[in-house]
T-cell receptor, first 115, second 111 residues
Framework: KAGVTQTPRYLIKTRGQQVTLSCSPISGHRSVSWYQQTPGQGLQFLFEYFSETQRNKGNFPGRFSGRQFSNSRSEMNVSTLELGDSALYLC??????????????FGPGTRLTVL | DAKTTQPNSMESNEEEPVHLPCNHSTISGTDYIHWYRQLPSQGPEYVIHGLTSNVNNRMASLAIAEDRKSSTLILHRATLRDAAVYYCILRRVSGNTPLVFGKGTRLSVIA
């Protein structure tokens, strides 16, 4: 089985622009979660989608949004980029929506640099 | 969310066993203990999880204290490839809870 894929792997944007990141989950997985990783804050949860519905949302401003398509692929969008949005954005997929024993499989991430 | 406490860093010699501790004194009876690790330049990967009993899989063993206030991830023979940040995470049985990552333990393996 192919793993979680994320595109693009690297991205450079300037302040004020917007960006869309894409995630393709493992085949058969219906849940997709997004995380932001920075040196200062570590790994922080952004949001989770299951069957095209947002099930959980982290503590991020409304500039961060996402969606999931009927084939479980997901996109996240960041509008009006700020320097502090520079980070590694990780996508994870799982078969179920959360749950204490559900294993999440992470992609390699998209490295976003905001200049 | 119940919190976990891990040492910032640990060091091990190659082919020696490694015991990575995690304290979770406020754990509730419905919290599972999960371990993930993040190798350099990669996304995190699942290692193991357990509730009350010790668990083994091909990657590692998880030893859970009888009162469940602490646990230890055991790598039986560390290799250079095991150098990573190891995260101990609690996940509640009920509800759809995301993974809440702490700072983790950075494990260095010396050849």
């Amino acid at each position: 089985k192919a793993g979680v894929t994320q595109t693009p792997r690297y991205l450079i944007k300037t302040r004020g622009q917007q960006v869309t990141l894409s995630c393709s989950p493992i085949s058969g997985h219906r849940s997709v979660s997004w995380y932001q990783q920075t040196p200062g804050q570590g790994l922080q949860f952004l949001f989770e989608y299951f069957s095209e519905t947002q099930r959980n949302k982290g503590n991020f401003p409304g500039r961060f949004s996402g969606r999931q398509f009927s084939n479980s692929r997901s996109e996240m969008n960041v509008s009006t980029l700020e320097l502090g949005d520079s980070a590694l954005y990780l996508c994870a997929s799982s078969q179920l929506a959360g749950g204490s024993t559900d294993t999440q499989y992470f992609g390699p991430g998209t490295r976003l640099t905001v200049l | 969310d119940a919190k976990t406490t891990q040492p910032n860093s640990m060091e091990s010699n190659e082919e020696e066993p490694v015991h990575l501790p995690c304290n979770h004194s406020t754990i509730s009876g419905t919290d599972y203990i999960h371990w993930y690790r993040q190798l350099p330049s990669q996304g995190p990967e699942y290692v193991i999880h357990g509730l009350t009993s010790n668990v083994n899989n091909r990657m590692a063993s998880l030893a859970i204290a009888e009162d469940r206030k602490s646990s230890t991830l055991i790598l039986h023979r560390a290799t250079l490839r095991d150098a990573a940040v190891y995260y101990c995470i609690l996940r509640r049985v009920s509800g759809n809870t995301p993974l809440v990552f702490g700072k983790g333990t950075r494990l260095s393996v010396i050849a």
